[in-house]
Every structure is written in structure tokens, then in C-alpha cells.
């Protein structure tokens, strides 16, 4: 095939080529296996030509005293290297000293790790993964799962060979918060959809999923009290559509699928702008009374819940108690964005108002930049 980029771009990227490959050469010019770690860890070094290899006598193990938490991750893992026709994985409680062929999670109180910092060691006969807490030791599975082809990924792959290279990892986070936004309310998602989406979030260590609830376009999540909500504002989304929600019961099915995989759900739930499902859903939140109409456009400026009426109170008060006790997760995030039409007094009012009914809840608030202008809970 003739060469389609010009000679300039052509040289850089031999220049990129041969960058890459320094980077990946170990001492004295030996060749290191390539990796796909993501993120990069603290520290990792892999050998060339020497590997763990996942096969029938594989089992993962966990001390004879671990704790639910553990053996739950050693199922995963085994799971993970099951599917598709993969060898026998089972899981098994051990000693001190597992077997060959064990890939052994252990939990160890050594303050280096913290709270989600782990160690990863392959040797050819057996793979050990050490951390403090269940936490690090599941984003050491994660770093494991990296390791291996990525025939581990895909359920109908066929007489997959799995080789881990020999080496070592040790790492740690150097963020605490690692997020995500997900916005299913200008465009609906089904659960098994968002699943798959935190299965992703976890292969890369994220931690956080901020989900985005309720928009003008749409709102996703029943109310037992405001069943409007989801039968009039769940029904449309941005270019139409029959959009959709989520039970209670649903939601709280991600939550826990997600906590599986040390995913803290975020709720969302914008306003007093951002609104236009809710006020059409309800003529009691606009100020005169009467229901706005659908849309499923992408403006931003459609107007603002009436936060004179009492009725938008008990509105808010409502939905952040029902979501709050569906939420395990220590916040609740109120958008806060892009409201036109308050004074400044009127904006910072509502938003610390609905700080209080936040905190009243159990949970803190978070919103988006133009929240932080207001008195905050520090």
C-alpha cells in the first residue's frame, strides 16, 4: 500500500516509534514485554520469555481466615478467567504457602499500601496480590486483568493460550476522586448498558460515577410520592423517542453492582434550572401553576423551578429523602448550572436552602462551579 502521510509526518512517526521502543527496552537493551497498564503504575517491571501460565491447575486462594469481602474478589477473579470456555478456575482457602499454580490474595497491615494501594507479583509457578484493604486488593485484580491477552475479555474467544509475564507491580492512586459523569437524562440508557459501563470504570481503577438524573430532556429515577415524574417526564429525550427511568429497585441494583466493583454512585438531580421534565410533569413547580411543555431540544435556558412556592420545597425535600435512602454514597449532587433569571441573593438563598435539606437527609451536597459563590459546608 503506498504511504499516505507526507515524508514530515512519515519521520515523526518513526521518531515516535523509536521513542516508544527505548521506553519499553529493559537493562543492557533486553527487550520488556509491552504492557497496557492503565494507569501507570507507581512502579512496573516485567521479564521477557518467563510468564505465569493460567491453565487447568490454576485456582486462586485466599488465607484460611479471609473475610466475605475477600472470598467475594477471589470469585470474581476466578470467574473472570473461567468465561468463555476458560480453564477450571476455582477458589480455594490456603495457607501461608499456596501451592503452584495459586494466584494468591492476601490482605497485609502495611501503612504503604493505604487504602487502595497494592503490590502484584508473578512468578512462573504462582502469582501473589497483596493490599490493606479489599479495595486495593480488587484494583490489583484490575491490574492482573491488564496483564493477561485480551482473549480474557471476550466470552466466545476459543483455545485461548493466557500468559502472564513475570514481574512486578506496586502501586497506589495519587488521586483519591476518580470520576466519571454519565448523562442518561438528554439520552436514556438501560441498566445492563450502565453496567457495562462501570465494568469499564473498574478494569481502568475509577471510582466514582456521577450520574446525571434528571435534565430538562428527561428524568430517570421513580418517586414514589411524585409519580409524575417518571410517567410524564421520563417519557421523552433530546431528538424524541419513548426515553425511559429507572425503578427504585433498579437503581439500588447499580448501586450494589457497582459497590462490587468499589464504584461510588453520585447521584444527580439538577435544579432550579435544568427542569423542564419536572415542571412538565408538575404545574405546581412553576410559578403559575400550570405545566410547561415536553421538549427534546438542547437548550439550556428553558426557565427554573418556582422557588417561592411550597410546594417546590416539599418537591425537593422529597426527592433528596427517597434518593438519599437509596444512596449509600455520602453525596448527593444538586447541579446548580447555567440558572438565569435570579438575583444573586435569590440563587445563593435557594442553594444553601437545599444544602440544609441536603445535610437534613444524611448526606453532603455537591453541584457544579457557580454553586460555590454560596455559604458551603466545609
Known amino acids: 500500500m503506498a504511504n499516505l502521510l507526507p515524508r514530515s509526518a512519515s519521520r515523526a512517526t518513526a521518531t515516535a516509534l523509536a521513542v516508544a521502543a527505548a521506553v519499553l527496552a529493559g537493562p543492557a537493551g533486553a527487550q520488556a514485554p509491552a504492557h497496557a497498564v492503565i494507569p501507570a503504575p507507581v512502579s512496573i517491571t516485567l521479564e521477557a520469555g518467563r510468564a505465569f501460565i493460567v491453565d487447568a491447575a490454576t485456582h486462586v486462594a485466599i ?209 432550579p434550572g435544568h427542569s423542564n421534565a419536572a415542571r412538565a410533569s408538575y404545574g405546581a413547580l412553576n410559578c403559575d401553576g400550570k405545566p410547561v411543555p415536553l421538549y427534546t431540544g438542547t437548550r439550556v435556558d428553558l426557565g427554573n423551578l418556582c422557588i417561592t412556592a411550597d410546594s417546590t420545597w416539599t418537591f425537593i425535600g422529597d426527592v433528596v429523602r427517597e434518593l438519599a435512602a437509596i444512596t449509600p454514597g455520602p453525596w448527593i449532587h444538586i447541579g446548580g448550572d447555567e440558572v438565569k433569571g435570579f438575583t444573586r441573593a435569590q440563587y445563593h438563598g435557594f442553594i444553601e436552602r437545599v444544602q440544609d435539606t441536603v445535610r437534613a437527609a444524611g448526606k453532603r451536597m455537591i453541584g457544579w462551579g457557580e454553586i460555590a459563590a454560596a455559604r458551603l459546608d466545609t
Open 63 to 271: 488465607d484460611a481466615t479471609a473475610d466475605a469481602e475477600v472470598a467475594r474478589i477471589a470469585q470474581q477473579t476466578a470467574a473472570m478467567l473461567r468465561q468463555g470456555g476458560g480453564p477450571p478456575v476455582r477458589t480455594v482457602r490456603a495457607g501461608a504457602a499456596p501451592e503452584p499454580g495459586a494466584i494468591h490474595l492476601a490482605l497485609a497491615n502495611e501503612a504503604r499500601f493505604g487504602a487502595e494501594g497494592y503490590e502484584l507479583v508473578v512468578q512462573p509457578t504462582r502469582i501473589t496480590l497483596r493490599a490493606a484493604t479489599p479495595a486495593g486488593l480488587f484494583f490489583a485484580t484490575q491490574s492482573l486483568r491488564q496483564l493477561l491477552p485480551w482473549s480474557v475479555e471476550h466470552g466466545a474467544a476459543l483455545n485461548r493460550r493466557m500468559r502472564v509475564p513475570v514481574g512486578r507491580i506496586d502501586d497506589a492512586p495519587r488521586f483519591a476522586w476518580r470520576g466519571l459523569m454519565l448523562d442518561i437524562a438528554r439520552h436514556f440508557l438501560p441498566m445492563e448498558d450502565v453496567k457495562r459501563f462501570v465494568d469499564a470504570m473498574a478494569l481502568y481503577k475509577l471510582n466514582r460515577l456521577h450520574l446525571h438524573l434528571a435534565d430538562d430532556q428527561g428524568w430517570r429515577i421513580q418517586i414514589a410520592k411524585w409519580p409524575e415524574l417518571t410517567r410524564i417526564g421520563g417519557s421523552t429525550q433530546v431528538g424524541g423517542g419513548p426515553g425511559g427511568f429507572w425503578t427504585q429497585a433498579e437503581y439500588a441494583e447499580l448501586v450494589r453492582y457497582a459497590a462490587e466493583r468499589y464504584v461510588t454512585i453520585i447521584p444527580e438531580i439538577d435544579m
